[in-house]
């Protein structure tokens, strides 16, 4: 493969001839050979999109020429439509202002520009500071590209997953609504409910959730763009943070506005922190939700079997017929990782020293991390399990008919001590509630029938 050189003010270095970035990326990513964690796409994303609003403004205020203008935002088209990918190497270890990978796409925004303004006979070039940066700094602008892809990423990927698990579950908890089966506290059983009763708390932990999303994403919103180097907003014109955000608002179809306070947005990162809290509060919930399946759907014959949940794999190499709930494996799977996410966005959200926060890299990797894997993991649990969840009539009418819990119906009439012998005489001798209640001489078969009736317990 052959080299052109390329200069930056460090000086020269040999960058491949078929790439469009230019010296500062190529130094970066020779410098940080660092694990494979590459700069989320999404974050590229919103860089495209902030440069093509910028070059916007930019040009309003006559600032950036026409053809300049219209080369950098067909460029940014390009970067949209996924036609460069290949042209953005680096990864996540860098720069904690996430300088590089600001440069990386103005490098290659500036190479393809100054391209496509030659195929029209231009012999104007696009520089990668001057123009493609022009008004802005690395820390305004990475900052705005991680509210850009947070915002899109939550909007567009998780929120629709959020409604479409909760959905499922409230059509199952509609469906089960009168399949009376015992309740359990502390994994021991307890007074009845039915099974669409149970699923309700699931769906509504996600109703929950839901909300709680939708509130903080709107924090989210509030960009950095126009606080430059260090939220003074040095060289760039009147309103630039305001226009550009106006603009991208127009350009992307969901409402951004400029941060109040650029001092708050360089070195504070607690709205993509609060936002990815509410994330860490959801994946508690499925966990929760996850552990619930797998148990109720534990056994076939010696767990608790109230459910039964779709058999989608072989579950064992060595034991035939074995079939294991992998959909709730994977999904607390995802749930211990964003778990572990919450603790490195807080520990780099703390981090803002002085003007600027250095961990910025590593705090959208982690928060789009979890968006994906949540968002994947509840479409995969929601398809492959929640969807084919059906109770077993059998296993459930057996459990609520030998539960002594439903000596609970007998305290206002027998009392709470009359009601525990009752129930300790049954366990002890292998009785059901009615016969131990019979030998005790406190009720009568008549009585314990009129007074027991699970369908009224709910």
């Known amino acids: 493969m052959s080299n052109r050189i390329e200069k930056d003010t460090i000086g020269e270095i040999e960058v491949p001839e078929d790439k469009h970035w230019r010296a500062q990326t190529q130094r970066s990513f020779q410098n940080f050979k660092i694990g494979d964690e590459k700069m989320p796409e999404g974050v590229i994303r919103g860089f495209a999109y902030l440069k093509k609003a910028c070059a916007i403004v930019n040009n309003e205020k006559d600032k950036l020429d026409h053809d300049k203008k219209d080369a950098i935002v067909a460029a940014c088209d390009e970067i949209l439509e996924g036609k460069l990918n290949d042209h953005f190497p680096l990864v996540v270890w860098q720069t904690g202002s996430g300088t590089q990978s600001n440069m990386n796409v103005n490098e290659v925004v500036s190479f393809r520009g100054t391209e496509m303004l030659k195929e029209k006979g231009s012999d104007k070039t696009i520089h990668p500071n001057d123009d493609v940066n022009m008004g802005q700094s690395s820390n305004d602008t990475f900052p705005t590209a991680m509210h850009i892809a947070a915002v899109l990423s939550v909007k567009r990927q998780l929120i629709p997953a959020i409604e479409k698990l909760a959905g499922t579950f409230k059509n199952k908890s509609e469906a089960f609504n009168d399949v009376v089966k015992i309740g359990r506290t502390h994994l021991?059983?307890?007074?009845?409910?039915?099974?669409?009763?149970?699923?309700?708390g699931w769906y509504t932990m996600l109703e929950t959730s839901l909300e709680s999303v939708r509130q903080t994403v709107d924090h989210l919103r509030e960009l950095a763009i126009g606080g430059t180097a260090v939220g003074t907003g040095l060289n760039t014109p009147k309103d630039f943070g305001e226009k550009v955000a106006a603009t991208l608002t127009e350009l992307i179809g969901e409402e951004f506005r400029s941060a109040p306070n650029k001092?708050?947005?360089?070195?504070?990162?607690?709205?993509?922190?609060?936002?990815?809290?509410?994330?860490?509060?959801?994946?508690?919930?499925?966990?929760?939700?996850?552990?619930?399946?797998?148990?109720?759907?534990?056994?076939?014959?010696?767990?608790?079997?109230?459910?039964?949940i779709p058999a989608n794999e072989p579950g064992s190499s060595i034991m035939p017929g074995k079939v294991n709930p992998t959909q709730a494996e994977a999904l607390t799977m995802v749930a211990t990782q964003i778990m572990g996410n919450q603790t490195t966005i807080s520990v780099a959200n703390s981090q803002g020293n002085f003007e600027l926060n250095v961990f910025k890299p590593v705090i959208v990797y982690n928060f789009l991390q979890s968006v994906r894997l949540l968002t994947d993991g509840m479409h995969s649990f929601n398809d492959n399990c929640a969807v084919g969840i059906e109770p077993d009539h059998d296993r459930i009418k057996q459990h609520l008919t030998n539960s002594l819990m439903l000596v609970t119906a007998l305290n206002p009439h027998i009392g709470?001590?009359?009601?525990?012998?009752?129930?300790?005489?049954?366990?002890?001798?292998?009785?059901?509630?009615?016969?131990?209640?019979?030998?005790?001489?406190?009720?009568?078969?008549e009585q314990f029938e009129e007074y027991v009736n699970p369908q009224d317990m709910v």
């Open 188 to 200: 021991q059983d307890a007074t009845p409910l039915t099974l669409g009763q149970e699923i309700s």
């Open 263 to 308: 001092f708050h947005a360089l070195t504070s990162h607690d709205s993509i922190t609060n936002t990815h809290g509410v994330l860490n509060s959801l994946a508690g919930d499925l966990m929760k939700i996850a552990n619930d399946v797998r148990w109720l759907a534990s056994g076939p014959r010696s767990g608790i079997g109230e459910i039964t």
């Open 416 to 445: 709470y001590e009359n009601a525990a012998k009752i129930a300790k005489q049954a366990h002890a001798e292998g009785l059901t509630l009615k016969e131990a209640a019979v030998k005790s001489g406190i009720l009568t078969e």
